[in-house]
């Protein structure tokens, strides 16, 4: 299985930029799929999950400005990151808790940049 990220570049404070991630490979099912930041020099944080019941988490720091949602027909989630500010800038990583047969498996992908110019 792999997870591949696309949707990253620069933008200014208050923009606004939409992230996919799409997961491909053999047969599996998608649990949780999600969104990681990581600033240079910070660890990596969570941004936001959404489930297979469409249950969503935010990290306070974004709540009311991104929205994460997912096509599970295309197994992708989707990441709108409105009112962007510069504290947003870092490498967002696509993550998914993912079952292949009877096993659960976390799988990442390779990380998109985002910069917010102030």
Not at 69 to 88: C, F, G, I, W
Not at 95 to 118: A, E, F, M, P, R
Request: glycine share 12%.
């Amino acid at each position: 299985v792999q997870l591949q990220a696309s949707g990253g570049g620069l933008v200014q404070a208050g923009g606004s930029l939409k992230l996919s991630c799409a997961a491909s490979g053999s047969t599996f099912s998608v649990n949780v799929m999600g969104w990681y930041r990581q600033a240079a020099g910070y660890q990596r944080d969570l941004v936001a999950t959404v489930d297979n019941d469409g249950r969503v988490n935010y990290a306070d720091s974004v709540k009311g400005r991104f929205t994460i949602s997912r096509d599970n027909a295309k197994n992708t989630v989707y990441l709108q990151m409105n009112r962007l500010k510069p504290e947003d800038t870092a490498v967002y990583y696509c993550h998914g808790i993912i079952q292949i047969d009877h096993y659960t498996y976390q799988y990442w992908g390779q990380g998109t940049l985002v910069t917010v110019s102030s």
